[in-house]
T-cell receptor, first 116, second 112 residues
Framework: KAGVTQTPRYLIKTRGQQVTLSCSPI?????VSWYQQTPGQGLQFLFE???????NKGNFPGRFSGRQFSNSRSEMNVSTLELGDSALYLCASSEPSTPTSTDTQYFGPGTRLTVL | QKEVEQNSGPLSVPEGAIASLNCTYS??????FFWYRQYSGKSPELIMS????GDKEDGRFTAQLNKASQYVSLLIRDSQPSDSATYLCAVRVNTGFQKLVFGTGTRLLVSP
């Protein structure tokens, strides 16, 4: 099976702009999670989508949002970009999950966002 | 107290030695534990998952879980220079569905 794909791989934006990142999960995977990775904070959970519904959200401001489509592809959007949003944004997919499942998350290559 | 704690390292071992990476977590009811390897500039790659107390072996890698002590470790036998990377411990918290909480990672350096 093809792995998780993310586009674009690299992005440069200026403060105040907005950005949309895309993620296509592994075929058959319906759960998509997003993470932000920075040198200072490490990997931090942003949100998770399953069947087009956001099921869980991390501690990020409302400028960070996402959605999932019926084919399980997901997008995340960051509005009014700040310098501190510069990071590697990672998407991970997993098979259909339940609260007690032990499904494993597989990461995509990430999108490197630089905010100038 | 951080939810998942790891020593940031670097942990330096000679080629052929055993590398021991440790991780502690705070959520007593966590059930799923993962080790990911991340090379510089790359995304995390799953090495092992472990759900039950005890050891789980996969090739040169052994994961060990002790839920009573809230401790999970990863042993790498016959370490190779290609094992040099940052190793991330991740815990699936019980309150969420697919939310993983990551440690800050331990940087491993294997010298030839």
């Amino acid at each position: 099976k093809a792995g998780v794909t993310q586009t674009p791989r690299y992005l440069i934006k200026t403060r105040g702009q907005q950005v949309t990142l895309s993620c296509s999960p592994i075929s058959g995977h319906r759960s998509v999670s997003w993470y932000q990775q920075t040198p200072g904070q490490g990997l931090q959970f942003l949100f998770e989508y399953f069947s087009e519904t956001q099921r869980n959200k991390g501690n990020f401001p409302g400028r960070f949002s996402g959605r999932q489509f019926s084919n399980s592809r997901s997008e995340m959007n960051v509005s009014t970009l700040e310098l501190g949003d510069s990071a590697l944004y990672l998407c991970a997919s997993s098979e259909p999950s339940t609260p007690t499942s032990t499904d494993t998350q597989y990461f995509g290559p990430g999108t490197r966002l630089t905010v100038l | 107290q951080k939810e998942v704690e790891q020593n940031s390292g670097p942990l330096s071992v000679p080629e052929g030695a055993i590398a021991s990476l440790n991780c502690t977590y705070s959520d007593r009811v966590s059930q799923s534990f993962f080790w990911y390897r991340q090379y510089s500039g790359k995304s995390p790659e799953l090495i092992m998952s472990i759900y039950s107390n005890g050891d789980k072996e996969d090739g040169r890698f052994t994961a060990q879980l002790n839920k009573a002590s809230q401790y999970v470790s990863l042993l790498i036998r016959d370490s190779q220079p290609s094992d040099s990377a940052t190793y991330l411990c991740a815990v699936r918290v019980n309150t969420g569905f697919q939310k993983l909480v990551f440690g800050t990672g331990t940087r491993l350096l294997v010298s030839p």
